[in-house]
Protein backbone atom coordinates (compact mmCIF):
# COMPACT_ATOMS: atom_id res chain seq x y z
CA UNK A 1 0.00 0.00 0.00
CA UNK A 2 2.79 2.50 0.92
CA UNK A 3 4.71 1.69 -2.24
CA UNK A 4 1.58 1.99 -3.94
CA UNK A 5 0.80 5.54 -2.53
CA UNK A 6 4.53 6.77 -3.27
CA UNK A 7 3.66 5.55 -7.28
CA UNK A 8 0.59 8.03 -7.47
CA UNK A 9 2.18 10.72 -5.42
CA UNK A 10 5.04 10.78 -7.86
CA UNK A 11 3.40 11.22 -10.66
CA UNK A 12 0.74 12.99 -9.96
CA UNK A 13 3.21 15.85 -9.58
CA UNK A 14 2.80 18.50 -11.59
CA UNK A 15 5.72 20.80 -13.15
CA UNK A 16 3.36 23.94 -13.13
CA UNK A 17 0.42 23.50 -11.12
CA UNK A 18 -2.94 25.12 -12.02
CA UNK A 19 -3.61 28.50 -10.81
CA UNK A 20 -6.65 29.94 -8.29
CA UNK A 21 -9.06 32.18 -9.42
CA UNK A 22 -7.13 35.17 -7.56
CA UNK A 23 -3.84 34.26 -9.24
CA UNK A 24 -5.11 34.10 -12.22
CA UNK A 25 -6.98 37.65 -12.11
CA UNK A 26 -3.81 39.06 -10.02
CA UNK A 27 -1.45 37.70 -13.14
CA UNK A 28 -3.61 38.42 -16.03
CA UNK A 29 -3.98 42.43 -14.70
CA UNK A 30 -0.21 42.79 -14.79
CA UNK A 31 -0.78 42.23 -18.96
CA UNK A 32 -0.34 45.66 -20.92
CA UNK A 33 -2.62 44.09 -23.50
CA UNK A 34 -0.37 45.34 -26.73
CA UNK A 35 -1.94 45.80 -29.77
CA UNK A 36 0.79 44.52 -31.99
CA UNK A 37 0.95 41.73 -29.85
CA UNK A 38 4.83 40.23 -29.92
CA UNK A 39 2.83 36.59 -27.99
CA UNK A 40 0.82 36.39 -30.51
CA UNK A 41 2.98 36.46 -33.40
CA UNK A 42 5.17 33.76 -31.26
CA UNK A 43 2.16 31.63 -31.06
CA UNK A 44 2.40 28.79 -34.43
CA UNK A 45 -1.18 28.48 -34.04
CA UNK A 46 -2.02 32.70 -33.29
CA UNK A 47 -3.87 32.66 -30.44
CA UNK A 48 -5.01 36.23 -29.71
CA UNK A 49 -3.36 36.08 -26.13
CA UNK A 50 -3.98 39.82 -25.04
CA UNK A 51 -7.39 39.67 -25.48
CA UNK A 52 -8.31 35.83 -23.59
CA UNK A 53 -6.21 37.73 -20.83
CA UNK A 54 -8.27 40.70 -20.95
CA UNK A 55 -11.32 38.12 -20.65
CA UNK A 56 -9.88 36.48 -17.55
CA UNK A 57 -9.26 39.89 -15.97
CA UNK A 58 -12.66 41.00 -16.67
CA UNK A 59 -13.78 37.43 -14.89
CA UNK A 60 -14.74 35.80 -17.78
CA UNK A 61 -12.71 32.63 -18.20
CA UNK A 62 -15.13 30.78 -20.63
CA UNK A 63 -14.96 33.91 -23.14
CA UNK A 64 -11.35 33.59 -22.50
CA UNK A 65 -11.60 29.64 -23.53
CA UNK A 66 -13.46 30.36 -26.44
CA UNK A 67 -10.98 32.69 -27.80
CA UNK A 68 -8.00 29.99 -27.12
CA UNK A 69 -10.02 27.31 -28.36
CA UNK A 70 -11.05 29.21 -32.10
CA UNK A 71 -7.66 29.23 -32.78
CA UNK A 72 -5.90 26.06 -31.17
CA UNK A 73 -8.18 23.34 -30.50
CA UNK A 74 -5.65 21.31 -28.04
CA UNK A 75 -5.37 24.57 -25.96
CA UNK A 76 -5.32 22.52 -22.61
CA UNK A 77 -2.94 19.89 -23.51
CA UNK A 78 -0.79 23.23 -24.89
CA UNK A 79 -1.16 25.08 -22.04
CA UNK A 80 0.86 22.54 -20.23
CA UNK A 81 3.55 21.00 -22.74
CA UNK A 82 4.10 24.73 -24.98
CA UNK A 83 7.79 25.39 -24.13
CA UNK A 84 6.03 29.27 -23.16
CA UNK A 85 9.85 30.34 -22.10
CA UNK A 86 10.69 30.47 -26.12
CA UNK A 87 7.17 30.84 -27.68
CA UNK A 88 5.23 33.27 -25.98
CA UNK A 89 6.15 33.73 -22.74
CA UNK A 90 9.83 34.05 -24.73
CA UNK A 91 8.28 36.97 -26.54
CA UNK A 92 6.55 38.83 -23.67
CA UNK A 93 7.48 42.78 -23.72
CA UNK A 94 8.10 42.45 -19.71
CA UNK A 95 10.69 39.67 -19.95
CA UNK A 96 13.71 42.21 -20.23
CA UNK A 97 12.60 44.47 -17.08
CA UNK A 98 10.42 42.25 -15.66
CA UNK A 99 8.88 38.83 -15.16
CA UNK A 100 6.83 37.72 -18.51
CA UNK A 101 3.34 37.55 -18.15
CA UNK A 102 2.44 33.53 -17.80
CA UNK A 103 0.59 32.73 -20.41
CA UNK A 104 1.05 28.62 -20.34
CA UNK A 105 -0.99 28.79 -16.51
CA UNK A 106 -3.31 31.35 -17.71
CA UNK A 107 -4.72 29.52 -21.04
CA UNK A 108 -4.44 26.16 -18.36
CA UNK A 109 -6.68 28.14 -16.00
CA UNK A 110 -9.17 29.53 -18.81
CA UNK A 111 -9.40 26.25 -20.36
CA UNK A 112 -9.67 24.13 -16.94
CA UNK A 113 -12.57 26.51 -16.58
CA UNK A 114 -14.39 25.50 -19.94
CA UNK A 115 -13.90 21.68 -19.06
CA UNK A 116 -14.98 21.95 -15.49
CA UNK A 117 -18.39 23.79 -17.07
CA UNK A 118 -18.46 21.31 -19.81
CA UNK A 119 -18.66 24.39 -21.64
CA UNK A 120 -18.58 23.58 -25.77
CA UNK A 121 -15.36 23.50 -26.97
CA UNK A 122 -15.86 23.25 -30.83
CA UNK A 123 -19.29 24.21 -32.93
CA UNK A 124 -19.65 22.55 -36.07
CA UNK A 125 -19.96 23.94 -39.29
CA UNK A 126 -23.15 23.36 -41.57
CA UNK A 127 -22.85 20.18 -43.10
CA UNK A 128 -21.13 19.86 -46.52
CA UNK A 129 -20.78 16.89 -48.38
CA UNK A 130 -17.16 14.86 -48.52
CA UNK A 131 -15.15 12.95 -46.07
CA UNK A 132 -11.86 12.56 -45.05
CA UNK A 133 -9.45 9.67 -43.66
CA UNK A 134 -7.19 10.74 -41.20
CA UNK A 135 -4.30 8.43 -40.12
CA UNK A 136 -2.77 8.99 -36.87
CA UNK A 137 -5.06 10.34 -33.74
CA UNK A 138 -2.50 12.69 -32.32
CA UNK A 139 -2.15 16.12 -32.53
CA UNK A 140 -2.20 16.72 -35.88
CA UNK A 141 -4.81 14.37 -37.04
CA UNK A 142 -7.41 15.65 -34.36
CA UNK A 143 -6.72 19.23 -35.07
CA UNK A 144 -6.96 18.19 -38.50
CA UNK A 145 -10.29 16.85 -38.07
CA UNK A 146 -11.40 19.77 -35.73
CA UNK A 147 -10.99 22.08 -38.67
CA UNK A 148 -12.48 20.37 -40.99
CA UNK A 149 -15.33 19.82 -38.74
CA UNK A 150 -15.78 23.62 -38.16
CA UNK A 151 -16.15 23.68 -41.61
CA UNK A 152 -18.89 21.22 -42.05
CA UNK A 153 -17.12 18.46 -43.21
CA UNK A 154 -16.96 15.13 -41.77
CA UNK A 155 -13.77 12.78 -41.37
CA UNK A 156 -12.99 9.64 -39.79
CA UNK A 157 -9.82 9.13 -37.78
CA UNK A 158 -7.82 5.95 -37.72
CA UNK A 159 -5.70 5.20 -34.65
CA UNK A 160 -3.52 1.73 -34.34
CA UNK A 161 -3.27 2.41 -30.87
CA UNK A 162 -5.69 1.33 -28.41
CA UNK A 163 -6.10 5.15 -26.97
CA UNK A 164 -6.68 8.00 -28.86
CA UNK A 165 -4.02 11.36 -28.44
CA UNK A 166 -0.50 10.09 -29.66
CA UNK A 167 2.63 11.54 -27.22
CA UNK A 168 0.12 13.42 -25.78
CA UNK A 169 -1.37 10.51 -24.55
CA UNK A 170 1.81 8.24 -24.31
CA UNK A 171 4.61 10.25 -25.38
CA UNK A 172 4.75 13.52 -23.28
CA UNK A 173 6.35 13.44 -19.66
CA UNK A 174 3.75 12.76 -17.10
CA UNK A 175 4.86 15.97 -14.94
CA UNK A 176 3.81 17.65 -18.21
CA UNK A 177 0.55 16.16 -18.88
CA UNK A 178 -1.14 13.33 -17.77
CA UNK A 179 -3.34 10.77 -19.87
CA UNK A 180 -6.30 11.69 -18.32
CA UNK A 181 -6.27 15.25 -19.43
CA UNK A 182 -5.41 14.56 -23.04
CA UNK A 183 -8.05 12.42 -23.67
CA UNK A 184 -10.55 14.45 -21.52
CA UNK A 185 -9.52 16.94 -24.06
CA UNK A 186 -10.47 14.88 -26.44
CA UNK A 187 -13.56 13.68 -25.36
CA UNK A 188 -14.69 17.15 -26.21
CA UNK A 189 -13.90 16.28 -29.70
CA UNK A 190 -15.88 13.11 -29.99
CA UNK A 191 -18.98 14.72 -28.31
CA UNK A 192 -18.67 17.48 -30.73
CA UNK A 193 -18.41 14.80 -33.42
CA UNK A 194 -15.23 13.68 -34.27
CA UNK A 195 -15.05 10.15 -35.24
CA UNK A 196 -11.87 8.26 -34.20
CA UNK A 197 -11.62 4.57 -34.30
CA UNK A 198 -9.19 3.20 -32.82
CA UNK A 199 -7.20 -0.64 -33.12
CA UNK A 200 -7.02 0.06 -36.82
CA UNK A 201 -3.63 -0.34 -38.34
CA UNK A 202 -3.59 0.89 -41.59
CA UNK A 203 -2.33 -1.88 -44.61
CA UNK A 204 -3.31 -4.83 -41.81
CA UNK A 205 -7.05 -3.83 -40.51
CA UNK A 206 -7.80 -1.53 -43.58
CA UNK A 207 -5.62 -1.34 -46.53
CA UNK A 208 -4.79 1.82 -48.28
CA UNK A 209 -6.98 0.78 -51.70
CA UNK A 210 -9.83 0.86 -48.78
CA UNK A 211 -9.06 3.80 -47.43
CA UNK A 212 -8.93 5.77 -50.74
CA UNK A 213 -12.14 4.43 -51.33
CA UNK A 214 -13.75 5.60 -48.31
CA UNK A 215 -12.54 9.21 -48.46
CA UNK A 216 -12.21 11.80 -50.99
CA UNK A 217 -8.91 12.86 -49.00
CA UNK A 218 -6.58 11.23 -46.84
CA UNK A 219 -4.23 13.27 -44.09
CA UNK A 220 -1.76 11.81 -42.56
CA UNK A 221 -0.21 12.42 -39.26
CA UNK A 222 1.21 9.49 -37.36
CA UNK A 223 4.07 11.08 -35.96
CA UNK A 224 7.52 9.19 -35.85
CA UNK A 225 8.58 5.82 -35.01
CA UNK A 226 10.26 4.11 -32.62
CA UNK A 227 13.58 5.04 -31.35
CA UNK A 228 16.44 2.92 -33.30
CA UNK A 229 19.60 1.11 -31.60
CA UNK A 230 22.78 3.15 -31.68
CA UNK A 231 25.47 0.31 -32.19
CA UNK A 232 25.80 -0.05 -28.46
CA UNK A 233 27.32 -3.07 -27.17
CA UNK A 234 24.75 -5.30 -25.31
CA UNK A 235 21.75 -3.09 -26.23
CA UNK A 236 19.48 -5.71 -26.75
CA UNK A 237 19.53 -6.25 -23.01
CA UNK A 238 16.71 -6.51 -20.56
CA UNK A 239 17.54 -3.39 -18.54
CA UNK A 240 17.83 -1.48 -21.97
CA UNK A 241 15.23 1.17 -22.40
CA UNK A 242 13.55 3.32 -25.54
CA UNK A 243 12.92 6.44 -24.04
CA UNK A 244 9.40 6.75 -25.07
CA UNK A 245 8.32 3.79 -24.20
CA UNK A 246 9.75 4.39 -20.36
CA UNK A 247 7.62 7.33 -20.25
CA UNK A 248 4.70 5.65 -21.85
CA UNK A 249 5.07 2.81 -19.49
CA UNK A 250 5.03 5.34 -16.43
CA UNK A 251 2.23 7.11 -18.04
CA UNK A 252 -0.08 4.14 -18.29
CA UNK A 253 0.62 3.69 -14.66
CA UNK A 254 2.77 0.02 -14.99
CA UNK A 255 3.38 -0.95 -11.17
CA UNK A 256 6.17 -2.97 -12.19
CA UNK A 257 8.30 -0.71 -14.27
CA UNK A 258 7.89 2.17 -11.69
CA UNK A 259 9.19 -0.45 -8.99
CA UNK A 260 11.81 -0.84 -11.32
CA UNK A 261 12.90 2.72 -11.25
CA UNK A 262 12.28 2.94 -7.83
CA UNK A 263 15.83 3.67 -6.20
CA UNK A 264 17.54 2.85 -9.25
CA UNK A 265 20.95 4.36 -10.88
CA UNK A 266 19.42 4.99 -14.96
CA UNK A 267 21.73 6.19 -17.51
CA UNK A 268 20.00 8.16 -20.49
CA UNK A 269 21.95 8.58 -23.52
CA UNK A 270 20.71 11.79 -25.74
CA UNK A 271 20.77 15.47 -26.12
CA UNK A 272 17.02 16.40 -27.05
CA UNK A 273 14.25 17.24 -25.12
CA UNK A 274 12.45 13.51 -25.11
CA UNK A 275 16.17 13.06 -23.44
CA UNK A 276 15.54 15.92 -20.90
CA UNK A 277 12.12 14.07 -20.34
CA UNK A 278 12.94 10.87 -19.42
CA UNK A 279 15.72 12.30 -17.10
CA UNK A 280 13.71 14.28 -15.45
CA UNK A 281 10.78 11.88 -15.02
CA UNK A 282 12.95 9.46 -13.89
CA UNK A 283 14.05 11.36 -11.31
CA UNK A 284 11.00 12.44 -10.31
CA UNK A 285 9.27 9.32 -10.03
CA UNK A 286 12.16 8.03 -7.51
CA UNK A 287 15.00 7.05 -9.01
CA UNK A 288 17.78 7.39 -6.83
CA UNK A 289 20.58 8.61 -9.39
CA UNK A 290 20.44 9.95 -13.53
CA UNK A 291 22.84 10.68 -15.73
CA UNK A 292 22.58 12.07 -18.77
CA UNK A 293 25.33 11.18 -21.48
CA UNK A 294 25.61 13.54 -24.62
CA UNK A 295 28.58 13.06 -27.42
CA UNK A 296 29.02 16.13 -27.37
CA UNK A 297 28.96 19.57 -25.55
CA UNK A 298 26.08 21.36 -23.91
CA UNK A 299 25.94 23.93 -26.72
CA UNK A 300 25.39 21.64 -29.18
CA UNK A 301 22.13 20.18 -27.44
CA UNK A 302 19.14 20.11 -29.32
CA UNK A 303 17.18 20.61 -26.23
CA UNK A 304 15.79 23.82 -24.68
CA UNK A 305 18.12 25.56 -22.14
CA UNK A 306 15.04 25.95 -19.40
CA UNK A 307 14.44 22.12 -19.67
CA UNK A 308 18.09 21.29 -19.38
CA UNK A 309 18.22 23.86 -16.13
CA UNK A 310 15.26 21.41 -15.00
CA UNK A 311 16.41 18.75 -15.55
CA UNK A 312 19.49 19.58 -13.41
CA UNK A 313 17.44 20.98 -10.68
CA UNK A 314 15.87 17.28 -10.68
CA UNK A 315 19.28 16.25 -9.53
CA UNK A 316 20.36 14.33 -12.87
CA UNK A 317 24.26 14.77 -13.50
CA UNK A 318 25.29 16.25 -16.61
CA UNK A 319 28.15 13.96 -18.93
CA UNK A 320 29.37 15.55 -21.78
CA UNK A 321 31.45 14.63 -24.46
CA UNK A 322 30.50 11.38 -23.58
CA UNK A 323 30.31 8.52 -26.25
CA UNK A 324 28.32 5.30 -24.74
CA UNK A 325 30.53 2.32 -25.54
CA UNK A 326 28.41 -0.82 -24.53
CA UNK A 327 26.06 -1.90 -21.52
CA UNK A 328 27.78 -4.65 -19.27
CA UNK A 329 25.69 -7.81 -18.14
CA UNK A 330 24.06 -10.22 -17.42
CA UNK A 331 20.60 -8.47 -16.96
CA UNK A 332 19.42 -9.11 -13.29
CA UNK A 333 15.35 -10.19 -12.94
CA UNK A 334 12.40 -12.16 -14.08
CA UNK A 335 10.96 -10.14 -17.12
CA UNK A 336 12.27 -7.79 -19.53
CA UNK A 337 10.22 -4.78 -18.08
CA UNK A 338 11.76 -5.26 -14.60
CA UNK A 339 14.89 -6.54 -15.33
CA UNK A 340 18.77 -4.05 -14.22
CA UNK A 341 22.28 -4.48 -16.17
CA UNK A 342 25.38 -4.47 -14.51
CA UNK A 343 26.63 -0.72 -15.73
CA UNK A 344 27.67 1.08 -18.68
CA UNK A 345 31.30 1.68 -20.32
CA UNK A 346 31.86 4.67 -22.22
CA UNK A 347 34.54 7.20 -23.23
CA UNK A 348 34.91 10.93 -22.31
CA UNK A 349 36.74 12.53 -25.20
CA UNK A 350 40.21 14.28 -24.08
CA UNK A 351 41.38 17.80 -25.48
CA UNK A 352 44.31 16.13 -27.33
CA UNK A 353 41.60 14.24 -28.96
CA UNK A 354 41.79 10.58 -27.35
CA UNK A 355 39.76 9.05 -25.08
CA UNK A 356 39.36 7.93 -21.35
CA UNK A 357 37.10 4.55 -20.53
CA UNK A 358 35.24 5.05 -17.54
CA UNK A 359 32.37 3.07 -16.20
CA UNK A 360 28.78 4.10 -14.62
CA UNK A 361 27.07 1.56 -12.28
CA UNK A 362 24.05 1.62 -14.45
CA UNK A 363 21.12 -0.30 -13.19
CA UNK A 364 18.88 0.74 -16.27
CA UNK A 365 20.10 2.25 -19.66
CA UNK A 366 17.64 4.53 -21.90
CA UNK A 367 18.18 5.51 -25.48
CA UNK A 368 16.66 8.83 -26.23
CA UNK A 369 18.71 9.54 -29.04
CA UNK A 370 15.49 10.49 -32.15
CA UNK A 371 13.16 8.49 -33.66
CA UNK A 372 13.69 7.33 -37.12
CA UNK A 373 10.05 7.50 -39.79
CA UNK A 374 7.27 6.06 -39.15
CA UNK A 375 6.78 2.42 -41.13
CA UNK A 376 3.70 3.30 -42.61
CA UNK A 377 5.48 6.79 -44.18
CA UNK A 378 7.56 4.32 -46.35
CA UNK A 379 4.65 2.09 -47.85
CA UNK A 380 1.95 5.52 -49.04
CA UNK A 381 2.26 6.84 -52.58
CA UNK A 382 3.64 10.02 -51.39
CA UNK A 383 7.52 11.27 -51.70
CA UNK A 384 9.68 10.95 -48.36
CA UNK A 385 13.24 12.24 -47.75
CA UNK A 386 15.13 10.45 -44.86
CA UNK A 387 12.00 8.49 -43.29
CA UNK A 388 9.66 11.93 -43.54
CA UNK A 389 6.96 12.29 -45.62
CA UNK A 390 7.51 15.61 -47.79
CA UNK A 391 5.01 18.41 -47.45
CA UNK A 392 5.01 22.18 -48.21
CA UNK A 393 3.30 24.28 -45.92
CA UNK A 394 -0.34 23.95 -46.66
CA UNK A 395 0.55 19.69 -45.75
CA UNK A 396 0.04 18.89 -49.60
CA UNK A 397 2.05 15.93 -50.51
CA UNK A 398 3.19 14.64 -54.09
CA UNK A 399 0.21 12.90 -54.06
CA UNK A 400 -2.66 14.94 -54.90
CA UNK A 401 -5.20 13.11 -52.71
CA UNK A 402 -2.77 12.92 -49.55
CA UNK A 403 -1.80 15.32 -47.08
CA UNK A 404 0.54 15.24 -44.42
CA UNK A 405 1.24 16.57 -40.99
CA UNK A 406 3.30 17.30 -37.67
CA UNK A 407 6.47 15.01 -36.25
CA UNK A 408 5.94 12.59 -39.66
CA UNK A 409 6.88 15.93 -41.94
CA UNK A 410 8.59 17.94 -39.53
CA UNK A 411 10.80 14.96 -37.64
CA UNK A 412 9.74 16.09 -34.16
CA UNK A 413 8.47 19.47 -33.25
CA UNK A 414 6.47 20.79 -30.23
CA UNK A 415 2.50 19.76 -29.77
CA UNK A 416 1.67 23.01 -30.78
CA UNK A 417 3.41 22.87 -34.13
CA UNK A 418 1.43 19.56 -35.17
CA UNK A 419 -1.69 21.23 -34.00
CA UNK A 420 -1.18 24.51 -36.66
CA UNK A 421 -0.14 22.28 -39.60
CA UNK A 422 -3.36 19.90 -39.16
CA UNK A 423 -5.40 22.96 -39.17
CA UNK A 424 -3.72 24.40 -42.37
CA UNK A 425 -4.15 20.89 -44.25
CA UNK A 426 -7.74 21.08 -43.02
CA UNK A 427 -8.21 23.98 -44.96
CA UNK A 428 -6.24 23.01 -48.27
CA UNK A 429 -8.16 19.66 -48.49
CA UNK A 430 -11.28 22.06 -48.19
CA UNK A 431 -10.22 24.45 -50.59
CA UNK A 432 -8.48 22.31 -53.17
CA UNK A 433 -10.55 18.72 -52.84
CA UNK A 434 -13.76 19.12 -50.89
CA UNK A 435 -15.31 22.37 -52.16
CA UNK A 436 -15.59 20.86 -54.86
CA UNK A 437 -18.21 18.52 -54.30
CA UNK A 438 -20.67 20.22 -54.50
CA UNK A 439 -20.96 22.63 -51.08
CA UNK A 440 -19.44 25.60 -51.37
CA UNK A 441 -18.14 27.06 -48.00
Not at 184 to 205: H, S
Not at 390 to 402: H, I, L
Request: aromatic share 4%; proline share 5%.
Amino acid sequence: MMAESFHKKALARELRPALSKDEALAEANRCLFCHDAPCMRACPTHIDVPLFIRQISTANPGGAARTILNANILGASCARVCPTEVLCEGACVLTDQHKPIQIGPLQRYSTDYAMAAGQPMLIPGPQKPGSVGIVGAGPAGLACAAELLKLGYQSVIYEAAERPGGLNTYGVAQYKLTPETALAEIEWLVKAGVTIRCGVTIGKDLTLGELESRHDAVFIGVGMGAIPGIQMGGEDLAGVWDGLDLIAALKQGDREVFETLRGARVAVIGGGNTAIDVVTQASRAGAGKVWLLYRRGREQMSAYAHEIELAKEAGVELLLHAVPHRVLGPSRGLSARTSRVAGLEFGRKLPDGGEKLETLPADLVVRATGQKGAKLAAELPVRTDGGKIVADEAGRTSNPRYFAGGDCVSGGQEVVNAVAEGQRAAHTIADEILSKLGGAR
